[in-house]
Structures are given as structure tokens and as C-alpha cells.
């Protein structure tokens, strides 16, 4: 037997046992789990011609960020058809960058961190994220090679993605959650749909659409209204100027803060500073 076909057997039965024992990715049917070397090749021939673009092109030696978040944004959309690109990119990237295999595990070992978040940002049970995330860290390690860990990697961002596009309104609904918990933590700054959207591997149009799905208003009324409910406690709490508190909610421009103030309170902030206290 070939060293390269003993590889992928022991990634694809790592994979396997890893399916069975988390109860994720468990409705990839045993048929097609009978693919999984001819699906192995054909990722690794998918990679060796990419490397061999990279090496046409000149691009070697750097981390593929832009591969990885393609990838993480597939796996959260539940984008099963683009996983092999994407994860195709991204290895031949990694491998054209380091050839040693330390160096590919410990990139591969960050890439799961970033994918166990990505999942749990979905909705899947958070102590079950832990523990299969523990799990692919004690496999990656015993992996023999390059293209062991391809094999087994594809089989892993391919189960986590059916599961993800197994419950999508649940997965929307943590994905707002998250977003609104990352509003109020942070609505002092210039935050923009683009930077949240990025947290969350969507592009800005679909996070834009599902926020305004999900809480009836878009992301930008729903920010200002934090904003503006914070800089109405202030007011009512603090002698600070209105200056000073149009910039701690937010607002960079005092007349801007006035006119989003007045839009959505009913008055200016100056008049809300000067109505008594059981009239507000």
C-alpha cells in the first residue's frame, strides 16, 4: 500500500470516529463516506495545481488571509458547493508558505480555532464545540503528513458546514445575538456594518438583510438607538457637556448627534436637559 493512500485512510478514519463520537455531521451517509479517498485525490490534485499557479505567479511564501476568511464565510454560510476551493486555496497557500510539517500543524491548529468559533457564533452547543475542538487538536498532532491533514480537514469543514446548513434560523439568530452583544460593548467607537460583518464571516448586504430580518430595524437605527439611549442616561445622570457626551456614545460630529437625538427622542438634546425629570 502507498504511503499517500495509507494517509488518507487514517485522516478519513479520524474523521469518521470523530463524526460518530460529537453527533455532528452524522447525516453523511456511510456510501458517501465510501467516496472519501476518491474525494481526497481529487482535493490534493486540486491543490498541487493551485500551488503550481502560486509558483507561476510568484505568490509564495505568504499566510493566505484572504483564503482562510473566504473558507470560515463558506463554512457560516453553509455553503457546502464551495468548500473544496476555498479549502483548496487556502492549503495550497499554506503549503507553498511552509513546507515543514510543525509549521503546517500550527497553522492548521490556529485555523481551528478560528473555525470552532465560527461554529459556535451558529448555535451549536458551546461545551460540544469544546470538546470536538479538543478532539481535532489531539488528531491533528498524530497526522503523518501534508496530505493526511488535507484529507482530514476537508472531512471536518465539510461536517461542520451540513451541520450549520442544517438549522439556518437558529444559526441566524446567534449571529444577531452576537452582533448586538458586540453593539453594546462597543457603540463608543466608529463602528460600521462592514467591521461587524467581517466578525462574523458575512458579507455586509446578508448581514444587513438578516439583522433587519431578525430584529425588525436595520443595523444602523438599531445602533443609533443604543447610542442614543446611552447619551439620554447621561444627560439625566451627569453635568457633562453635550459635546463631550456626543462623542463618549459615538458621535464624532455634536450636530450630527443633535439630528439622530431629535429623530428619535422628539426633541433636541438640549430641551431633553431641561424637561424635569418626571416629565422624561
Same mark, same amino acid.
Request: proline share 2%; glycine share 4%.
Given at each position: 500500500m502507498k504511503k499517500e493512500n495509507f494517509?488518507?485512510?487514517?485522516?478519513?478514519?479520524?474523521?469518521?470516529?470523530?463524526?460518530?463520537?460529537? &453527533?455532528? &455531521?452524522?447525516?453523511?451517509?456511510?456510501?458517501?463516506?465510501?467516496?472519501?479517498?476518491e474525494r481526497s485525490g481529487l482535493l490534493?490534485?486540486?491543490?498541487?495545481?493551485y500551488i503550481?499557479?502560486?509558483?507561476?505567479?510568484g505568490n509564495l511564501g505568504y499566510y493566505p488571509f484572504k483564503a482562510e476568511q473566504a473558507l470560515l464565510a463558506a463554512i457560516s454560510h453553509g455553503e457546502k458547493n464551495k468548500l473544496m476551493q476555498y479549502l483548496s486555496e487556502f492549503l495550497?497557500?499554506?503549503?507553498?508558505?511552509?513546507?515543514?510539517? &510543525?509549521?503546517?500543524?500550527?497553522?492548521?491548529?490556529?485555523?481551528?480555532?478560528?473555525?470552532?468559533?465560527?461554529?459556535?457564533?451558529?448555535?451549536?452547543?458551546?461545551?460540544?464545540?469544546?470538546?470536538?475542538?479538543?478532539?481535532?487538536?489531539?488528531?491533528?498532532?498524530?497526522?503523518?503528513?501534508?496530505?493526511?491533514?488535507?484529507a482530514w480537514l476537508f472531512t471536518i469543514v465539510e461536517d461542520m458546514t451540513e451541520s450549520i446548513a442544517g438549522y439556518p434560523d437558529v444559526r441566524?439568530?446567534?449571529?444577531?445575538?452576537?452582533?448586538i452583544q458586540h453593539i453594546g460593548l462597543?457603540?463608543?467607537?466608529?463602528?460600521?456594518?462592514?467591521?461587524?460583518?467581517?466578525?462574523?464571516?458575512?458579507?455586509? &448586504?446578508y448581514l444587513s438583510r438578516i439583522f433587519r430580518h431578525e430584529t425588525g430595524i436595520s443595523f444602523h437605527q438599531y445602533l443609533n438607538n443604543v447610542r442614543i439611549t446611552k447619551a439620554k442616561e447621561l444627560i439625566r445622570?451627569?453635568?457633562?457637556?453635550?459635546?463631550?457626551?456626543?462623542?463618549m456614545v459615538g458621535y464624532g460630529d455634536q450636530s450630527?448627534?443633535?439630528?439622530?437625538?431629535?429623530?428619535?427622542?422628539?426633541?433636541?438634546?438640549?430641551?431633553?436637559?431641561q424637561k424635569p425629570t418626571d416629565l422624561l
Open positions: 494517509d488518507y485512510q487514517v485522516a478519513n478514519e479520524c474523521a469518521r470516529t470523530f463524526s460518530v463520537s460529537t &453527533g455532528l &455531521g452524522c447525516n453523511v451517509s456511510a456510501e458517501n463516506r465510501l467516496l472519501e479517498s490534493q490534485g486540486q491543490i498541487n495545481a503550481s499557479q502560486l509558483k507561476r505567479q495550497a497557500s499554506l503549503h507553498a508558505e511552509c513546507k515543514e510539517i &510543525g509549521h503546517i500543524r500550527s497553522h492548521i491548529s490556529e485555523f481551528l480555532v478560528l473555525l470552532s468559533r465560527t461554529v459556535a457564533k451558529s448555535g451549536i452547543n458551546e461545551p460540544q464545540i469544546i470538546s470536538l475542538h479538543n478532539q481535532w487538536q489531539k488528531t491533528l498532532s498524530s497526522l503523518p503528513s501534508f496530505q493526511a491533514i488535507s441566524h439568530t446567534n449571529i444577531i445575538h452576537y452582533c462597543h457603540y463608543q467607537e466608529q463602528l460600521t456594518l462592514e467591521e461587524t460583518a467581517h466578525l462574523v464571516y458575512l458579507s455586509a &448586504g445622570t451627569t453635568n457633562l457637556r453635550l459635546t463631550d457626551i456626543s462623542q450630527y448627534f443633535t439630528k439622530v437625538f431629535k429623530r428619535i427622542v422628539g426633541i433636541s438634546p438640549k430641551e431633553y436637559a
